[in-house]
């Protein structure tokens, strides 16, 4: 390891960038590598920036980048891995929750050969009510959804191989889903106990809604995990089954109706047939949509829908 990057997002955290950067330094210099420390301001309104500027104009290691607006955490994000240069990324939160001494252990783990080493904060030091248990919530459905068991999803203290952020496309709130979409990719996942602190200055940037975007972008995250590269097995399985239903239940009707000579123009069935047999068929033109879509796609962007880990000569 021949270089780190420290990614962190920034948000109004005025009283807080000062001191972290001093505690963060101070791991940083004993290291032996070098380092950066990459500070995205995602559209501050303190004075926030400011400090970022007169941070790089002493420390060369520091880099800043501002946002027009406020983006979001995971845009700030992927800004700092699209300007990181170091062979490893870590990123954590700016508001001190996270321990900067937990830098050396995250990285002592990733040379057992880790891509990725999550923190957990097992002791976490936040309202159990509209944190602690909504999170807890999430992480077990998260991991249940994506097949990658990890206790703490949430946690912003993480170690990343660069090539694999800077591989990783993310929309939404998608940053906590890094290590699940690696691990669709076959990246090896590590996680270990960190440090974690109340928030001693500035607010939280989240309420509870936050947990409601989580489920959604999991939702699409599961989606895209399992079936953007052949959209057709699933609307197509769910549009056969309706087809094949729908066909089955007419078929029946017309006995009704040509065997026994019974009217059948008033009966429910009528109309289930109709609907089985017309949502079928959109289902899997639907299907056929989505396999177009997704050509579109891989082609368009170049995307390859494998990912070699290693190649010889
Ligand atoms: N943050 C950001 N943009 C936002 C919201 C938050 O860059 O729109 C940053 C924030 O400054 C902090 C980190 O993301 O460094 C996590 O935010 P916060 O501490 O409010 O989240 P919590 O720890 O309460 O989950
Ligand atoms: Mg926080």
Not at 52 to 65: C, N, Q, T
Not at 263 to 278: A, K
Request: with cysteine; aromatic share 8%.
């Amino acid at each position: 390891m021949k270089k780190l990057s420290v990614v962190i997002p920034v948000y109004n955290e005025e009283e807080n960038l000062l001191p972290l950067y001093e505690e963060l330094k101070e791991v940083l210099k004993n290291l032996p590598m070098e380092h950066e420390i990459i500070l995205v301001d995602d559209g501050s309104g303190d004075r926030s920036w400011e400090i970022i500027k007169d941070l790089a104009g002493r420390d060369p290691a520091v880099k800043g980048i501002r946002f027009r607006r406020n983006f979001g955490q995971t845009p700030a994000m992927v800004a700092g891995f699209d300007e990181a240069t170091g062979d490893v990324v870590v990123t954590m939160d700016a508001d001190r929750q996270n321990d900067p001494r937990d830098i050396p252990k995250l990285l002592k783990k990733m040379e057992e050969g880790y891509d990725i080493v999550s923190g957990w904060r097992k002791d976490r030091k936040d309202p159990f009510l509209t944190r602690k248990l909504p999170s807890m919530i999430a992480n077990k459905l998260i991991s249940w959804v994506t097949g990658l068991h990890l206790h703490d999803y949430g946690c912003t203290l993480k170690a990343y191989k660069t090539e694999v952020v800077k591989n990783i496309d993310l929309y939404g709130q998608m940053h906590r889903f890094i290590p699940a979409v690696a691990s669709m990719y076959g990246v090896d996942v590590a996680e270990i106990v960190v440090n974690h602190r109340p928030r001693v200055a500035g607010k939280s940037k989240y309420g509870l809604s936050r947990t409601f975007k989580v489920i959604l972008d999991l939702i699409s995250l599961k989606f895209l995990m399992s079936y953007s590269t052949r959209p057709l097995h699933i609307f197509g399985g769910l549009g056969l089954l309706s087809f094949s239903l729908g066909m089955l239940s007419g078929l029946y009707l017309t006995y009704i109706k040509y065997v026994h000579k019974k009217p059948i123009g008033n009966r429910p069935l009528l109309s289930l047939t109709v609907l089985l047999i017309l949502a079928g068929v959109q289902l899997i033109v639907l299907g056929l949509l989505g396999e177009l879509l997704t050509r579109t796609y891989y082609e368009s962007s170049r995307k390859k829908i494998y990912s070699v880990k290693e190649k010889i000569p």
